[in-house]
């Protein structure tokens, strides 16, 4: 295997569809262990351990619906990538499903195989690219830097001189984006919306420059959703932040949206307030009615991210 054999591979894994809904269960997994093999861990995990650091970026990472590891844990294997040496020797082998009760109870090993691990340890570059395309198709940009840091990789380390970089010399290379994006599309949508945030009107300016304000998509642009302004909404960088990690969701109300503030927002004031003081308001509606967001992305942000 070279390694653009391998991102390859990582950018094909199959995953698991259902309608519209996201199921980040092998991304998460295959995240968690690069991160371990850049910092030297083990090539195998346990099932214990993979639970508990599965189950702890499901719950900021993935859909707000319960996440299994056993799922990628067994199922990776048929993606050329990865392993689980002694699965012969669980009761369930064979059946062509691994049950919760025997991976649990043999505390069996998985990880990626010999040949993968080899490459990544020859290139720790290499985790860091392979995540890179992960983040890029399975996650909106606002929470790639939250991920990585939350598996202990960084990008900063593409920076020449880095220590996690051997070869010298190199420069920070590009992720490759799958889906090409709409370059009018933050313009449109903060157009749309007067340059103000959709939720409390932030507008703060620099030298006449919009400071903090962004175009957010509603339904990710990594799961489908278009760069159009109706699936897009102008919002200051918190409200972007707390819109991609579930914490506010749209509601409709009449002709436009409430805001809803997640139950699992936690904070002193004033800093939750800066949420809940919006909870139940109308979000400034776009300049013309063409641009009002579409009732099916907010749906899918509803039923796909929000913590409600
Ligand atoms: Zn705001």
Redesign the pocket.
């Known amino acids: 295997m070279t390694p653009e054999g391998f991102l390859r591979l990582v950018n094909d894994i199959t995953i698991w569809k259902k309608g519209s809904q996201r199921a980040p269960h092998k991304p998460l997994l295959l995240l968690l262990m690069l991160g371990r093999s850049v910092h030297g861990a083990a090539r195998l995990i346990t099932f214990s351990e993979a639970e508990t650091r599965f189950g702890e970026l499901w719950r900021r990472f993935g859909p707000p619906r319960r996440g299994l590891v056993q799922y990628p844990f067994q199922y990776l294997v048929h993606d050329g990538i990865w392993e689980i040496p002694r699965a012969s020797e669980l009761p369930s082998w064979g059946t062509g499903y691994l049950r919760l009760t025997d991976l649990r109870k043999h505390d069996a090993e998985g990880g990626f195989t010999g040949e993968v691990s080899e490459l990544l340890e020859s290139d720790p570059e290499l985790a860091l690219r392979a995540a890179g395309l992960l983040l890029a198709k399975h996650f909106p940009i606002s929470l790639h830097d939250e991920i990585l840091e939350a598996v202990g990789l960084s990008y900063a380390w593409l920076v020449p001189g880095s220590p996690a970089v051997r070869e010298p010399g190199k420069k920070q290379r590009m992720v490759i984006y799958r889906r090409p994006r709409r370059l009018v599309f933050r313009k449109e949508v903060l157009e749309a919306y007067d340059e103000r945030?959709a939720?409390?009107d932030?507008d703060l300016r620099i030298n006449d420059e919009l400071l903090g304000l962004e175009a957010a998509h509603i339904q990710w642009h990594s799961h489908k959703g278009p760069d159009d302004v109706f699936n897009g909404l102008a919002?200051?960088l918190?409200?972007h932040r707390a819109l991609d990690r579930g914490a506010v969701g749209l509601e409709v109300k009449g002709t436009g949206y409430r805001v809803l503030v997640s139950g699992q927002v936690r904070g002193s004031n004033p800093s939750e307030s800066l949420l809940s003081d919006f909870s139940g308001q109308l979000i400034r509606p776009p300049r013309s009615r063409l641009h009002v967001p579409r009732r099916t992305y907010v749906d899918w942000h509803r039923a796909q991210v929000f913590r409600n």
Request: hydrophobic share 50%.
């Open positions: 945030c939720i409390c932030f919002l200051c918190l409200h």
